[in-house]
């Protein structure tokens, strides 16, 4: 293997890494607010969110077909806890929609 590549690739790794640790390694003795805790537990969720939504609309050429894939996966989200059951759920249910309109 070239050792360019090598190269790149830890490089490439420290650079994922560090920012990373940086945080983890400073933050760790400081006890946040139990405010700002609360609401940094919400923060994956907005982001979560934030993907997700655009690509409902973009997802095809029918706008429909994101919004009724969407409300599936929505549907099965509020009666399954496993994710792997909703997107499943999801695709099957997607797959038929499709097949018939």
């Given amino acids: 293997m070239n050792s360019q590549i090598v190269w790149m690739i830890i490089g490439m790794g420290l650079a994922t890494y560090i920012p990373?640790?940086?945080?983890?390694?400073?933050?760790?003795?400081?006890?946040?607010?139990v405010f700002l805790q609360n609401?940094?537990?919400n923060v994956p969720y907005a982001i979560l969110g934030a993907l997700i939504f655009p690509s409902v609309f973009f997802i095809h050429e029918d706008i429909w077909f994101?919004?009724?894939?969407?409300?599936?996966?929505?549907?099965?989200?509020?009666?399954?806890?496993?994710?792997?059951?909703?997107?499943?759920g999801s695709?099957?249910?997607?797959?038929?929609?499709?097949?018939?309109f």
């Fill in 39 to 41: 609401i940094l537990q």
């Fill in 20 to 33: 990373r640790m940086i945080p983890l390694v400073i933050l760790q003795k400081l006890q946040l607010p």
């Fill in 66 to 88: 994101g919004v009724v894939g969407a409300a599936i996966a929505f549907t099965f989200a509020s009666f399954f806890s496993n994710v792997v059951v909703v997107v499943i």
């Fill in 91 to 100: 695709i099957f249910a997607l797959s038929v929609v499709s097949f018939y």
